[in-house]
C-alpha cells in the first residue's frame, strides 16, 4: 500500500452488500473501514476475510452522531484520508402504517434516514480534500410506493437526500451516487421470515455496481443507479 491508497468507510459493512463492497475493495488493494452495531458480527468479518491489514472494524450506531464521527476520525488517524463513505446502514420492519407496530418505526427512520446525513455530515470535510464520493444506498421502493409502506418512505427520503447533497456539494468536487436496488438476498429478510418469491440479486452483484460507480473517472458524476433482478415489475 502507498499513501495514496484510496479510503472506503461504510456503515453496516459487517453482512450483506457492505460486506460485499468491502471485499471488492479489499481485493483492489484498497483500504477499508466497516461499522456496525454488532462487535461480534465485525470481528467474524474481518476474522472470515483472514484480517487484512487494509480494513479496519469499527463498533457503532450508524444514527448516533459520535459514534459516525468517530468512524471517520479512525479512518482519518488510521490511514490518513478518506475517498469514499457508502451508507449502507439500514433495515425494514416489514409491516405497515395502518397495521404495524410502531415500536420499531423510531430506530427504522433514524436509521435509513438521519444514518446518511450523519456520514455526510461527519465525513465532506474530508472528502473534499480527495474530492471523493458519497455512495447512498437507497432502494427501488424510494421510487415505487408500496401501499402502507414505511421503510418505502425512508427510501423517499434517501432519494431526496441525494440529490440534494449533490447540489450542494458538487461545486466542492465531491460525487454523490445513489443506487438503488430491487429485491437482493441479504439478511434484511430475516426479519420478513424468509426470502421473498422470485428471482433475487445477490449482494455481491449490487456491490459490483457501487464499485463501479466509485471507479469513475475524475470530473465524472454517476447520480442514480436503479438496478433490478429480472422479473421484478414493480
Do not use: C
Not at 455526510?120 to 480534500?129: F, N, Y
Request: hydrophobic residues 40%; negative net charge; aromatic residues 6%.
Amino acid at each position: 500500500m502507498t499513501d495514496d491508497t484510496r479510503v472506503t468507510l461504510i456503515t453496516g459493512g459487517g453482512s450483506g452488500i457492505g460486506a460485499a463492497v468491502a471485499r471488492r475493495l479489499l481485493d483492489q488493494g484498497q483500504r477499508v473501514v466497516v461499522t456496525g452495531r454488532g462487535e461480534e458480527r465485525l470481528r467474524g468479518f474481518a476474522k472470515e476475510l483472514g484480517e487484512p491489514e487494509g480494513l479496519l472494524t469499527v463498533r457503532g450506531d450508524a444514527a448516533v452522531y459520535d459514534d459516525v464521527r468517530s468512524a471517520v476520525d479512525t479512518a482519518l488517524t488510521e490511514f490518513g484520508r478518506l475517498d469514499t463513505v457508502v451508507a449502507n446502514a439500514g433495515f425494514a420492519t416489514h409491516d405497515s402504517v395502518a397495521e404495524g407496530d410502531p415500536a420499531g418505526w423510531t430506530r427504522m427512520v433514524l436509521t435509513n434516514v438521519l444514518g446518511p446525513a450523519l456520514l455526510i455530515r461527519a465525513a465532506v470535510d474530508a472528502l473534499k480534500e480527495t474530492r471523493g464520493r458519497i455512495v447512498l444506498v437507497g432502494s427501488v421502493a424510494g421510487f415505487v410506493p408500496t401501499p402502507g409502506n414505511l421503510y418505502g418512505a425512508t427510501k423517499y427520503a434517501v432519494t431526496g437526500l441525494a440529490e440534494n447533497t449533490r447540489r450542494q456539494v458538487t461545486e466542492w468536487g465531491v460525487g454523490v451516487t445513489l443506487i438503488a436496488p430491487g429485491r437482493v438476498e441479504t439478511p434484511f429478510w430475516d426479519a420478513y421470515g424468509g426470502l421473498p418469491p422470485g428471482h433475487l440479486l445477490t449482494a455481491g452483484q449490487i456491490a459490483e455496481s457501487i464499485v463501479w460507480a466509485m471507479a469513475q473517472p475524475a470530473g465524472v458524476d454517476v447520480s442514480t443507479v436503479v438496478v433490478r433482478p429480472l422479473g421484478q415489475p414493480n
